[in-house]
């Protein structure tokens, strides 16, 4: 089974950067799409970025466009999420998720615990 260990989050200055890491044990995940959700407090959860495996297609929500961008190293099962320009509105918990199912599947998803990133004015 699947295993997802994040890390890198912390407590930041506005205009910083930050690099959140997510590393699978277990199955390799040749074949998986990675995505990366983030929550802020008292809001719904919501998709920041996404990446294809076939491809390696890039895809990003609208208000992390131009500041995060993300990469992995398959060798290693390691996903990344790099963070720039941060906001006080990027203070969240951030998930990563892998599937085989697509960047948007949840039926067949291997979740992260999520990891706390805070942003200070």
């Known amino acids: 089974q699947v295993r997802l260990m994040e890390s890198g989050g912390g407590s930041v200055q506005a205009g910083e950067s930050l690099t959140l890491s997510c590393v699978g044990r277990?199955?390799?995940?040749?074949?998986?799409?990675v995505t990366w959700y983030r929550q802020a407090p008292g809001k719904e959860r919501e998709f920041v970025a996404g990446?294809?495996?076939?491809?390696?297609?890039?895809y990003y929500a609208d208000s992390v466009r131009g500041r995060f961008d993300m990469s992995r190293n398959n060798y290693e099962d390691a996903m990344y999420l790099h963070l720039k320009s941060l906001t006080p509105e990027d203070t969240a918990t951030y998930y990563c998720?892998?599937?085989?199912?697509?960047?948007?599947?949840?039926?067949?998803?291997?979740w992260g615990r999520g990891i706390l990133v805070t942003v200070s004015s």
């Open positions: 998720k892998v599937s085989p199912s697509g960047i948007r599947d949840d039926a067949r998803a291997t």
């Open positions: 990446m294809s495996w076939s491809d390696a297609s890039k």
């Open positions: 277990g199955p390799s995940l040749s074949g998986y799409d």
